[in-house]
């Protein structure tokens, strides 16, 4: 016998929620081909400059090594922040449907994250070719053991993934912290010079500016690609001529597994408060009721 009270529709799992946008925000990325080619080809293009312009003498002496490793950070950060900082931007009107219709904003958060590393996953490695690419153009010898594992190359690998998913990571907390799709594309290339002039590669770090630095994603890349590359025990490029010269050791390239761990700890560190701040900012963006 009915009461004439209807039940509330059964609310579906957080899993199966997570597993609908991911399926829908993969078919918005294949609708996108345009961008998805830029997106696959900029490491391409990325690690044919690395070799071209840096790898004549990276793993030859300490300056062109780190000046290599340079140019791969800066690369992995743009890649990254490109990903993703229109990613929640764009879809700012859904986003408010999705919270109005009682959708789990992290379910809608997590699928972008989700597949944004894939991305990530993918590109990372295309751009950790320019290792091989350096010791296949010119002949120059990588490193032979890793600090953790016996494979220098996954090392490389790792690093660049963790350096450019936590700037993906970033791109979609700002994007979830602006309203309008002009002021992602203007914030982009600012938080790009301020990552590499606060990496402590461009200038020398003292004072204030030195604990800016520890919350850049930039220079825990640069310490991990530094350390493995054994930066401190490859010669100055002056020592090639003026032997005598001397090359103080740098703690932030200590070639040991314990700096190396530590530093993917933090670039991971920072994936996940990024992920979180944007869950966080995005509850805000649903509840906004202006334009």
């Not at 690690?47 to 840096?54: D, G, K, N």
């Not at 408010?96 to 009682?102: E, H, Q």
């Not at 309203?179 to 204030?208: C, D, H, T, W």
């Not at 869950?279 to 509840?287: A, M, P, Y």
Request: hydrophobic share 50%; glycine share 8%.
């Amino acid at each position: 016998m009915s009461n004439g009270i209807e039940k509330a529709p059964k609310r579906i799992s957080a899993f199966k929620e997570l597993r609908i946008f991911i399926t829908g925000y993969m078919y918005i990325l294949m609708g996108r081909k345009k961008n998805l080619v830029i997106s696959m080809m900029f490491p391409v293009l990325a690690a044919i400059i690395v070799v071209w312009i840096a790898g004549e003498n990276m793993f030859v002496h300490y300056d062109g090594t780190k000046s290599g490793s340079f140019v791969i950070v800066s690369a992995a950060i743009w890649g990254g922040l490109f990903n993703s900082i229109q990613t929640i931007v764009k879809d700012r009107q859904n986003v408010k449907r999705y919270y109005m219709s009682g959708s789990r904003l992290r379910c809608y958060t997590g699928s972008r994250a989700l597949v944004q590393f894939f991305l990530c996953a993918i590109q990372s490695a295309i751009l950790s070719l320019s290792y091989i690419g350096v010791a296949v153009v010119y002949g120059n010898d990588l490193p032979e053991k890793g600090l953790v594992t016996n494979y220098p190359m996954l090392e490389f690998y790792i690093s660049i993934l963790l350096l450019m998913y936590a700037a993906d990571a970033m791109g979609i907390m700002i994007s979830c912290l602006v309203r309008k799709e002009e002021a992602a594309n203007v914030l982009a290339p600012y938080i790009l010079i301020v990552q590499l002039i606060f990496s402590g590669i461009l200038f020398n770090m003292e004072g204030m500016a030195d604990y800016i630095s520890y919350i850049m994603i930039s220079k825990w890349g640069m310490e991990a690609l530094g350390s493995i590359a054994d930066l401190n025990n490859l010669q100055l490029k002056i020592q090639m001529t003026v032997p005598n010269v001397p090359h103080d050791f740098e703690n932030r390239f200590e070639a040991t597994s314990g700096h190396l761990l530590m530093v993917w700890a933090i670039l991971a560190g920072f994936i996940v408060a990024f992920l979180l701040i944007g869950n966080i900012l995005l509850h805000r963006v649903s509840k906004d009721t202006r334009g």
